[in-house]
Each structure stands twice: as structure tokens, then as C-alpha cells.
């Protein structure tokens, strides 16, 4: 799989937003509190439009209970490659020292967390086509930008189907379920929004409203 030789650059270059469901099941499995790996990131009001497509968006009465904020995971400093951030859970090491022969001098870099990783992250870089119907695969190596700083770059050669062999089915469920978890977390953000509290009211408010619903436990 083309991930395993890359130097995890989506896990760089985004801020990754997280459901309700991913940030009470990254909690559950490791055994952390909600505040510790979860960041809220304050939107500019003329990103909101833009941000709304993909991002679920919530107001809170700590601050400017008019603002609206995204919930993501939190970031630290990069290691390999001092100056940049990455994903708190992205783990890196030098190939080299781990004595790695596919990699050569390479990093090799990967997600602390592959068994409860948010489903953005699970599902990235498939996306549903504008019909809304049909998973795609829209290669981020030919189609996003590229940046000046090489940890930013996404995937090192353009991504197929072929790199999905044998994990098809398993793609396509789970993009049903993200679909499924974005609708579930849009909704409680309508309600939320309408009489916001404070930001620890919301992981309670979270922990109520997903203890007694359908869940799907692994993805
Ligand atoms: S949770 Fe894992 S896959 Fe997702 S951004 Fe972090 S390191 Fe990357
Ligand atoms: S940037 Fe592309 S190849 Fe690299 S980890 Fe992300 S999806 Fe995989």
C-alpha cells in the first residue's frame, strides 16, 4: 500500500476534523480525556460557507458565543522535520536507525492510533462523487496543491484502484458509515447551536447523546 512508503503527509498538512463518534471512541479505546487529544479551531466567519460542506461547525458561551468552531485533532511538533506540526498521533522514526531496507534513508512514519483513527482518516482520500452515491478516488497527488515545504506534499505518486485491492469492501463501509456519523454529529449541531453552553458542557452533552443509540464499535 502506497501509505506504508510515504511520509504521512495528510496527516501534516490538515487539521483532521473528528465526530462525536470518533472523539468518544479514540477516548474509550486509549483510555484519554476528550480535551487532551481534541482542539477546538476557531473559523473565520467568510471560511464558514466553505467549511460547512465538510466540517461540522459548533458555538460555545466560553468566548464569543458567536463564533464557530471546528473540533479536530490536536497537533505537536514534527520531529523529521523541525518547523512543521503534525498529527499528535503520527508517529515518526529514521529508517536508517530501525534498519528498514525498503526504506533506505527514509522516514518511516505512521499512525499511532490505525485501530480507532478518526473515519476521515480511515477514509481519506475517498470521497462520495457530487451525485452523493459513488465512492471516488480523486488522487491527491495530481489534483492539491503542491507546497514548498516538502512534509506538506500529499502521497508520493498518484494513488488507483489497485492500491484499494482487497480493502475495497472495506472502503466503501466505511465511507457509508462516515456519511452516517457527519449526518448524526450535523444534527446535534443544529440543536447545540440553538442554546450553546460552555465547552465542557459539550462533552457531556456528547456522552449523553451517544450512550443510548445505534453504534457501529469498529469501522
Ligand atoms: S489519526 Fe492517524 S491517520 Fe489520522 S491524521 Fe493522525 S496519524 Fe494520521
Ligand atoms: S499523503 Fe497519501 S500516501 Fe501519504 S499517507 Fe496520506 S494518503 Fe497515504
Not at 452515491?133 to 500529499?154: M, R, V
Not at 456519523?181 to 440543536?191: D, G, L, P, Q
Request: hydrophobic share 35%; with cysteine.
Amino acid at each position: 500500500m502506497i501509505c506504508s512508503v510515504c511520509h504521512g503527509g495528510c496527516c501534516r498538512r490538515y487539521y483532521v476534523d473528528v465526530t462525536g463518534y470518533d472523539i468518544l471512541n479514540i477516548s474509550k479505546t486509549l483510555m484519554m480525556d476528550i480535551p487532551s487529544f481534541v482542539y477546538t479551531l476557531a473559523v473565520e466567519d467568510d471560511e464558514i460557507e466553505l467549511l460547512e460542506q465538510e466540517s461540522v461547525l459548533f458555538k460555545f458561551t466560553d468566548d464569543n458565543c458567536e463564533k464557530h468552531y471546528r473540533f479536530c485533532l490536536k497537533k505537536t511538533d514534527s520531529l523529521a522535520y523541525p518547523g512543521t506540526l503534525k498529527c499528535m498521533f503520527l508517529q515518526e522514526w529514521d529508517a536508517k536507525i530501525l534498519n528498514y531496507p525498503e526504506m533506505n534513508d527514509k522516514l518511516i512514519a505512521r499512525c499511532g492510533i490505525y485501530g480507532c483513527r478518526p473515519l476521515m482518516c480511515a477514509t481519506f482520500p475517498t470521497k462520495y462523487d457530487l451525485s452523493g452515491n459513488f465512492g471516488f478516488i480523486p488522487d491527491p497527488y495530481t489534483t492539491c496543491e503542491k507546497k514548498s515545504h516538502p512534509a506538506l506534499n500529499l502521497c508520493p505518486r498518484s494513488i488507483t484502484s489497485e492500491d484499494f485491492r482487497g480493502c475495497a469492501e472495506d472502503t466503501i463501509k466505511t465511507l457509508a458509515l462516515q456519511r452516517y456519523e457527519i449526518k448524526f454529529f450535523r444534527a446535534m449541531a443544529e440543536y447545540w447551536n440553538n442554546y450553546p453552553k460552555s465547552i465542557n458542557d459539550f462533552y457531556n452533552f456528547i456522552q449523553n447523546a451517544y450512550s443510548n443509540r445505534v453504534s457501529c464499535e469498529e469501522t
